[in-house]
């Protein structure tokens, strides 16, 4: 193919070439037309030839950047491997942002318009780099402690964790830090999207006064050498649970889920994936506290 099409290039010169030498007046207007079309004949090419090169071009410098992502990688085929191959800060440096982002999620305010869905009230506030959201609902007879503890298992399980969220593609326990610690690294893939977001999280489970429990997930980027390969989740978000205790005497508990989502989070780019969060608490008060959907695999 190439080789005709150098061809093509060189009868056309040679053709454009002797028409040149001859003086236009004396040329008929058929003739006249037939150059024309030669010329642009021989643009089109000339045009084919650069886009060519610029697609080779592209070709070769996509194969090298995936050359250089695969020598960082593990060469054992294994995904846990591979996805615990990401290095990450030492535990001091996790205690530090921990402690950080605890602090910011505690203090956090959001000024959106309140909108309810499924019992939940939730405000949104779309800030230029981020997105502030906080939804909340309070359960009047339910076990507090209970509620806790599935939601922990629900972040940090690894059979339990796809049930709340089924965008995750995988999923390990990089470390337990302590027993109520843990890093966890992940891949999710967001509706209408064709690439893969990864995160690496802090989980921590804390108590943060008397009544008044908390699951903090805040997300980390790995080392610098590794940051780049991929698109990294920025987002914080906190589950507060306090206790409430109703006049007839029996207890319950009021639930806030605040997050704040950076730039390369899904949920700042899409009211979908904003949507499917709205479903997400849904499916989590069906896992942690009452049916609200049938997880069941029975086929009616």
Known sequence: METEVIHLETALANRLQNFSKQDIRHVPSSKRKRIEKYSEIMELTKCLRRQQNFLLYENQKRKKFAEKVQQTLPHATDSLQLLR????????????????????????????????????????????????????????????????????????????????????TKFCILKKVDDNTLLVRDIHQFTGESFSRHSISIIARVQI?????????????????????????????????????????STGFRVAVTGKYGSTSAAVKSKLVMLESYFILAIWESLAIHQIFDFSSRTR
């Open 209 to 249: 006064e008397k009544d008044v429990y908390g699951i903090l997930v805040k997300s980390i980027l790995p080392l610098p050498e590794d940051a780049h390969y991929f698109v990294w989740t920025d987002e914080c978000y906190l589950w507060k649970f306090e206790k409430t205790q109703n006049e007839n005497g």
């Open 85 to 168: 191959s990401i290095r990450h800060p030492a535990d001091r440096e996790l205690g530090k942002i921990l402690q950080s982002a605890l602090d910011e999620m505690l203090h956090h305010r959001v000024s959106g318009q309140a909108q309810e869905f499924f019992g939940w009230t939730t405000r949104c506030d779309l800030k230029p780099v981020y997105l502030h959201m906080i939804s909340e609902k309070t359960f009047e007879i339910a076990d507090i402690s209970e509620a806790v503890d599935k939601t922990w298992l629900l972040h940090t399980d690894e059979v339990m964790q796809s049930r709340l969220d089924r965008r995750r």
